[in-house]
């Protein structure tokens, strides 16, 4: 086995200037699709005539919401179209004043990277004493995106939160329709597409391994307030590249009311079925503990939101083939801090950081493996975030994010072997479990000679199977392997109207670049695979390790 000198490979990419230009003629009570870049949804609409069905333009739209510090407004343009780009999902508010003595109420919920559609017909001949500050609660719509040719959804807290999917960011691939979700809990191909071709976004921020397009381990679920998923059709708006899906999420913000909770959640060994018919055995317990904290800094101005959560695994009076196996522990501390400023009502800033670490002991021993195979290892995830947007005025806006995700992991063998390879080096044959990680060999029917050979080797390090098999010394190496990627977006919209057709024009940027830092050297000679001289080498002399 050789050695594996340190190795530091950059993958940078970078996705230069991007700008995309699209003019589209539409009916006068749609909107073209708007850039739902941020963490945003939005709300579109037109306020009618009841008489004759004729656009009221002048009307003023007040937006407020717990999750929004301030309000937003917009004034119906002449075909009565109104829109409010740029909204935190969440439960909003909304007042129509239609005149001096005519204010109308509705409420509709905006989602992540959706459209909420709320149409109002006013009876201006009704009794104004009777029209004003009437509150209407479900007559609004939430639409889908008919505009285009994407197959996009969203889900809030309350529905995933209620089903047993877990607790881990993963988890919520469960939930997209139509994909297929596969035990190794890392993949979700989707339409026949490999996993790998997916695109996984935490607070917009890409979390797919950059190597394989994977998953990592972390984050969890437990303050993410809301889940969009873009399953096909994917837009050049917004820089979806995918060819796989996309699932996003944003988090949980404050408001105005201070609110806390804390709880602790234990699944202990005693509650879990017996293991049948396996080679190994061990009492797992598992425990959560999951605390958040929100509230006001400044009233209407400033809000902050702050979690914690620690999950704890372990396994117990574990045994496989080769008897008594370390206990394993996996303990991990996640942190997240997230801070929303509006110091006026078309200005809204969003700041955040999540740091988590997990240590692991005890890992990597099989049931058909000595326990000196152990290892252990630490993974340290950092994921900042800030971003920014300017309602400019009701027909233009702007947008800016900024984001750092680091994904840092380390593994080490528990038993560190004193053997150093070298060039012309030889295995000490009396004592291979000390050498590295030794495959036993098993006995090849009707081999002999080969037998022969490797029956000394089953009884030395075997697990009593007369047949052979098994794996006996150290794990077989160290690894440091980092992630990191940087990224910076830019996005400006202009509404325009002609008549009664409403044209978009958008222009983005967004700059990227990703890389990994790999460092990996065997444990003594690494693995050691018991050829047995079936393999010779150029010069005809035969392989026997």
Known sequence: MND???LQRPLSKQRGLTWVLALVAIAAAMFSTPLLAQQTGEIVGRVSNAADNSALSGVTIEATS??????????TSNNGDYRLPLLPPGTYTMKFMVNDTTTLTRVTNVRLEQRSVVNLVVDLTADASYLEEVLVVGTSTIAPDTGGASLAGSIGTDTFGALPVGQEYRDLIKL???????QDEIRGPSAGGSGQDNTYQFDGVDVSLPQYGTLSAEPSTHDIDQVSIVRGGAKAIGFNRSGGFKVNTTSK???NEFHGSASYQTEPADLSADRKNISEDFQQDKDWIVASLAGPIMKDKLFFYGSFYRPTVSRNNRDNVYGPVPDYKSTRDEWFGKLTWAPTDNLLF?????TSDREVTGEGVGAFEHPDGSSGSDTELNIAIVEGSWIINDNSNAYFKYTDYENKSTSRPDLILSVQPTVGGMLDLNNLDRMGHFQVPTLAPGDPVQNAWAQPLINQYGYGDPNGGGLVGAATDFNTQ???????EFGYDLTLETGSVTHELHAGYHQEK????????????GFIDPIGGVE??????????
């Open 514 to 525: 990703t890389s990994e830092y790999l460092v990996r050297s065997s444990n003594g000679w």
């Open 66 to 75: 717990p999750v929004l510090p301030g309000m937003r407004s917009s004034t």
């Open 350 to 354: 969003d700041a955040s950081y999540r």
């Open 176 to 182: 997209i329709p139509g994909v297929q979700y596969t």
């Open 536 to 545: 010779t080498a150029s010069n005809g002399e035969p392989i026997f390790f």
């Open 253 to 255: 913000r404050g408001t």
């Open 482 to 488: 980092d992630f990191f990627r940087t990224s910076w």
């Open 4 to 6: 594996q000198s340190a």
